[in-house]
């Protein structure tokens, strides 16, 4: 049986062309540390997932917890053919210094990455092989 964060993740991939969707809560142990809960993903996607399922981030480090930290969304897309992202040179190399698995998400064909604060319950993240332009209503549907 599918939990309700699944289905929401699901639903929200379906619809919006996400190849894959987490949810990233606070550990109830270490509130200073964001764990994956629940996901859903493309059977292409198996690879990226299971990577993503043993990491656990840091809050206030790396793109996860600094979304968790400042409550900021970020919107980041994937040049595949120069390796290049879609960010200023000083801001990629902060953002990405410490973020390998991004730059192999990226690596891997993925082409959009999303990062969501969802308050004190932690942070949605998404993935896609399109790429999909950044829209306010999406960030309502959350």
């Not at 142990?29 to 043993?54: F, G, I, K, P, S």
């Not at 840091?58 to 930290?69: T, Y």
């Not at 409550?71 to 992202?85: A, C, I, P, Q, V």
Request: charged letters at 20%.
């Amino acid at each position: 049986m599918e939990s309700a964060v699944k289905k929401t993740l699901k639903s929200l991939c379906c619809s919006n062309g996400w190849s894959y969707g987490v949810f990233w809560r606070f550990d109830q142990r270490n509130c200073m540390l964001l764990t994956l809960e629940d996901a859903y993903y493309e059977e292409q996607m198996r690879v990226v997932m299971d990577n993503m399922l043993q990491q656990v981030q840091l809050l206030g480090e790396g793109i996860i917890g600094q979304a968790a930290f400042t409550g900021k969304h970020r919107w980041m897309f994937s040049d595949t053919h120069s390796g290049e992202w879609n960010l200023g040179s000083a801001e990629r190399e902060d953002i990405f210094q410490d973020d390998y698995e991004i730059q192999n998400q990226f690596s891997s064909g993925i082409k959009t990455i999303a990062v969501i604060s969802v308050g004190p319950r932690g942070v949605v993240q998404f993935g896609s092989t399109q790429k999909i332009l950044e829209r306010v209503d999406f960030f309502g549907s959350n």
